[in-house]
């Protein structure tokens, strides 16, 4: 065999060796960019959710799985969650902790010109507002009613009767 037959038969398994590696490679941090694009496109919609959502609450629980080879997201993460674990937490420190952690993950997804300043901002209709305090109304004048109410009185429908 020539060196010329040798080399043919070695591109001939390097090479789609190396473009199957490659393509692995690249779906792998795909991925990767997706899962850290979505957790954080859902920490910003849900930012400033009051009561806080299902989503937000699930999504800061990944963040140590998704963000694990980002060191600096991981420490503001901790920081984070130290400041809302305490028993009286400080809602303006843990604004501006979750305003960095929210920065620091921009940064690491390439949001370069998205600043702290932008990710305060939160525009929640007025309308929301509204149905959230009425829809809060509502459940406490039921509880009260349930709660005063011993029994309910009902009558049994006799057959036929339509009543």
Avoid: C
Wanted: charged share 20%.
């Amino acid at each position: 065999m020539t060196l010329a037959e040798i080399l043919t038969i070695v591109a001939l398994i390097v090479g789609p060796l190396s473009a199957v590696t490659i393509t692995l490679w690249h779906q792998r941090t795909t991925r990767k960019y997706d899962a850290k694009e979505r957790l954080f496109l859902v920490l910003m919609a849900h930012r400033k959710s009051n009561p806080p959502t299902f989503d937000w609450a699930n999504s800061l629980n990944l963040i140590d799985v998704i963000f694990a080879d980002d060191v600096a997201v991981i420490e503001k993460w901790h920081e984070l969650y130290n400041i809302v674990n305490q028993a009286q937490v400080n809602w303006q420190q843990w604004n501006h902790s979750y305003i960095e952690l929210l920065s620091e993950m921009a940064t690491v997804l390439g949001y370069r010109r998205l600043r702290q300043t932008d990710i305060d901002r939160f525009y929640a209709p007025q309308a929301h507002g509204t149905q959230a305090a009425l829809t809060q109304e509502l459940q406490t004048e039921f509880l009260r009613v349930l709660k005063a109410t011993h029994s309910l009185q009902t009558k049994p429908l006799l057959q036929g009767d339509g009543s």
